[in-house]
């Protein structure tokens, strides 16, 4: 059963994620840049907050590269998303959810209110981070 997570992906659900993840790197890359503009222009408003802005910068083109290798089939011999990019994404996502929920908590006065998108950002850290170690300490089969 475990093999079956880790089988390899059809060419149509490889087209389907890469879209999705394209256009999503392609959203995130827009606000980022458009954060950093607005900061340089002078506004301190939130979506132009320095971390903002690096980690829509920083997904928008980490998500662009994943999107366009499984839009376009590159390195079909390795594996869909390199372990170093899954552990570094992970600690990304793993540290944009306590700063999600770090901020709910100095604007709502409670770190429990609307804190869903931070927990999501959690978990999702925390997967990405357990998958990539679970690379590291066995290799998959190609």
């Known amino acids: 059963m475990d093999d079956d997570l880790f089988k390899r992906a059809s ?4 087209l ?31 979506p132009a907050d320095p971390i903002a ?10 998500g ?7 839009l376009f089939g590159w390195r079909e011999q390795s594996v869909l998303v390199p372990t170093l990019f899954l552990l570094v ?3 990304g996502a793993l540290a944009g959810g306590i700063w ?5 908590g100095v604007h709502a ?5 609307d804190a869903w998108m931070g927990y999501w950002f959690g978990c999702i850290g925390l997967a990405a981070i357990a998958l990539g170690w679970r690379r590291l300490r066995r290799p998959s089969p190609r």
């Open 11 to 14: 060419r149509s659900q490889e």
């Open 16 to 46: 389907g994620a890469g879209t999705i993840v394209f256009l999503a790197s392609l959203m995130l890359g827009y606000f980022g840049v458009h954060g950093a503009i607005m900061y340089l222009h002078g506004s301190r408003a939130a």
């Open 53 to 62: 802005c690096a980690i829509g910068l920083l997904a928008g083109f980490g």
């Open 64 to 70: 662009s590269y994943l999107g366009l290798r499984m």
């Open 89 to 91: 994404g992970g600690i």
């Open 100 to 104: 999600f929920i770090a901020i709910n």
């Open 109 to 113: 006065a409670s770190i429990f209110r």
